[in-house]
């Protein structure tokens, strides 16, 4: 007998897909956080595939802190016109200089993300935000199911998850409550390389390694530009470097790498045994549950 079986990559993709088509069957009004990185890249190239031949049927939505790489922009506004599809900016500046947010002294807008995120929410009455967040990224993000309920104040509850048995999804919510929806939970960062690969999907070129200025802060190095000046004291490297994950320029560090093709980093990603949020992102350095503490407020 024929035996009609997915390989690896195919079975996600198909449960992604299934994911994306029972959000927009079940939900009123849904939304993709796209921010330019790879994860966002998959997801809105699932979404496509989801749909097509027509285009996709929801907005995507970008929290923009101000604090971004230029490339990922510039890139983000390629793909969003490649795409055709609606793109709301969820300006944290714009925020900032209205007083609706106050910005913290270390820097970070991570925190201050959350309140303009569900203010757009709400400006635009969304139920259901897709993000990229997969489980093996962070020790937070594994406790999270599928479908992520959150109340009517978009806080998180670890302790109040619904039960998805045999991929069974509850999207019921009262006014004012939404979800979150993770189409790649299941998938690792090896999983998404695989995927880019198999697809040629394009990036943003800081993904690949190239020779690039950098300095060394707190065992981790971060690329000089106009939102990481050098200090006094400190030496400018020329390092060949790459980055894994994409946050706010400040923020996030590159690795040493020499993984300028697919193929190469799909080899170095095989070989790694830390996570990219744990390599490179320094706002998850402030405590051991910052991810959690972020995600209880409304995070995504």
């Given at each position: 007998?024929?035996?009609?079986?997915?390989?690896?990559?195919?079975?996600?993709?198909?449960?992604?897909?299934?994911?994306?088509?029972?959000?927009?069957?079940?939900?009123?009004?849904?939304?993709?956080?796209?921010?330019?990185?790879k994860?966002?890249?998959?997801?809105?190239?699932l979404?496509?595939?989801?749909?097509?031949?027509?285009?996709?049927?929801?907005?995507?939505?970008?929290?923009?802190?101000?604090?971004?790489?230029?490339?990922?922009?510039?890139?983000?506004?390629?793909?969003?016109?490649?795409?055709?599809?609606?793109?709301?900016?969820?300006?944290?500046?714009?925020?900032?200089?209205?007083?609706?947010?106050?910005?913290?002294?270390?820097?970070?807008?991570?925190?201050?993300?959350?309140?303009?995120?569900?203010?757009?929410?709400?400006?635009?009455?969304?139920?259901?935000?897709?993000?990229?967040?997969?489980?093996?990224?962070?020790?937070?993000?594994?406790?999270?199911?599928?479908?992520?309920?959150?109340?009517?104040?978009?806080?998180?509850?670890?302790?109040?998850?619904?039960p998805?048995?045999?991929?069974?999804?509850?999207?019921?919510?009262?006014?004012?409550?939404?979800?979150?929806?993770?189409?790649?939970?299941?998938?690792?960062?090896?999983?998404?390389?695989?995927?880019?690969?198999?697809?040629?999907?394009?990036?943003?070129?800081?993904?690949?390694?190239?020779?690039?200025?950098?300095?060394?802060?707190?065992?981790?190095l971060?690329?000089?530009?106009?939102f990481?000046?050098?200090?006094?004291?400190?030496?400018?490297?020329?390092?060949?470097?790459?980055?894994?994950?994409?946050?706010?320029?400040?923020?996030?560090?590159?690795?040493?790498?020499?993984?300028?093709?697919?193929?190469?980093?799909?080899?170095?990603?095989?070989?790694?045994?830390?996570?990219?949020?744990?390599?490179?992102?320094?706002?998850?350095?402030?405590s051991?549950?910052?991810?959690?503490?972020?995600?209880?407020?409304?995070y995504?």
């Amino acid at each position: 007998m024929t035996k009609y079986l997915l390989g690896h990559l195919k079975e996600l993709e198909a449960e992604a897909i299934h994911i994306f088509r029972e959000v927009a069957a079940e939900m009123r009004h849904p939304c993709l956080l796209f921010s330019g990185g790879k994860d966002s890249v998959v997801m809105s190239e699932l979404a496509r595939k989801a749909f097509q031949p027509s285009r996709i049927p929801f907005p995507f939505m970008h929290v923009d802190t101000g604090l971004n790489f230029p490339e990922v922009i510039d890139f983000r506004d390629r793909w969003i016109a490649r795409l055709e599809v609606q793109l709301i900016v969820a300006s944290v500046p714009d925020a900032i200089s209205e007083g609706f947010v106050r910005e913290e002294p270390n820097g970070s807008r991570n925190r201050i993300q959350t309140p303009v995120l569900l203010r757009a929410a709400e400006e635009h009455g969304i139920d259901a935000l897709f993000g990229g967040a997969r489980r093996d990224e962070e020790k937070a993000r594994a406790k999270e199911r599928v479908f992520s309920f959150r109340d009517d104040f978009g806080q998180w509850d670890p302790k109040n998850q619904r039960p998805e048995l045999w991929r069974l999804y509850n999207g019921r919510v009262h006014p004012g409550e939404s979800i979150r929806v993770f189409p790649l939970s299941n998938w690792t960062e090896l999983d998404t390389w695989s995927y880019i690969a198999r697809e040629e999907l394009p990036l943003p070129s800081l993904y690949y390694a190239a020779e690039r200025d950098v300095v060394e802060r707190d065992s981790m190095l971060y690329a000089v530009n106009d939102f990481v000046p050098v200090r006094d004291g400190e030496q400018v490297l020329r390092k060949s470097v790459r980055y894994r994950t994409m946050g706010d320029a400040n923020l996030t560090a590159a690795v040493r790498s020499e993984a300028d093709t697919n193929d190469r980093i799909l080899a170095e990603i095989a070989a790694t045994r830390l996570t990219e949020r744990g390599a490179t992102r320094g706002d998850d350095r402030v405590s051991e549950a910052a991810m959690e503490d972020r995600k209880k407020e409304g995070y995504f």
